[in-house]
């Protein structure tokens, strides 16, 4: 059984707007950064993996992050990689119906939160398994060599891809690039511009 991978979050409380409305259980498509708050400029406080479950608490009117809760503690999740049941169908929570009865939860108020970036990362609709753990002194290169991060809406996961923007540096003696989007380093395929492995 998988369990949640990120702590409990002291005093960490969602203003609901309205009634509370019922929660929901969703779950991650992919391998799922868990952040402190919604948005790529919060720290990465965990991940919920592939498959796993999570309690859905609401989410921020027309934005795609979303809240959500287990046992260990809360955190904010990015819509387009959870799912829900609507009608007896696994939704993509982004797509999910406009009477689906989400909770509408605030922005916070914080220094950190902006919902203005400089692009966005593209979802990928068809899967994409990662690369194998890259080798040791593709790691140690890619922390030794630390870019500037690039801030884009969006979360850095497997397959999905990123604009002609980013700048990808090169690796030496390696087929893929590596980028630090959303303060998360990433190996990239530069052909296609898909992210084949995040750094964890």
């Not at 922005?107 to 203005?116: I, Q, V």
């Not at 790691?139 to 996961?157: A, C, K, N, Q």
């Not at 390696?174 to 296609?192: E, F, I, K």
Request: glycine fraction near 8%.
């Amino acid at each position: 059984m998988k369990t949640l991978l990120f702590p409990a979050i002291a005093g960490a409380l969602v203003a609901m707007s309205g009634a509370a409305l019922a929660e929901t259980a969703v779950s991650a498509v992919t391998d799922l950064n868990v952040r402190a708050g919604p948005g790529p400029q919060y720290p990465v406080i965990g991940v919920l993996a592939a498959g796993q479950s999570a309690t859905l608490q609401g989410c921020i009117a027309n934005s795609k992050w979303c809240t959500i809760a287990e046992a260990n503690g809360q955190g904010w999740v990015y819509s387009d990689y959870v799912t829900a049941d609507f009608g007896g169908n696994a939704v993509v929570l982004t797509r999910r119906p406009a009477d689906a009865g989400i909770a509408v939860v605030e922005a916070p108020t914080d220094e950190l939160y902006s919902d203005s970036y400089t692009g966005a990362i593209v979802s990928g609709d068809e899967p994409l398994d990662p690369i194998a753990r890259p080798p040791a002194e593709v790691g140690t290169y890619v922390s030794t060599h630390r870019l500037d991060p690039v801030y884009l809406d969006g979360e850095v996961v497997t397959g999905a891809t990123l604009p002609d923007s980013v700048e990808l540096r090169e690796i030496p003696d390696y087929d893929y690039r590596y980028v630090y989007v959303n303060n998360q380093p990433a190996l990239v395929d530069p052909g296609t511009r898909r992210i084949v492995y995040v750094m964890r």
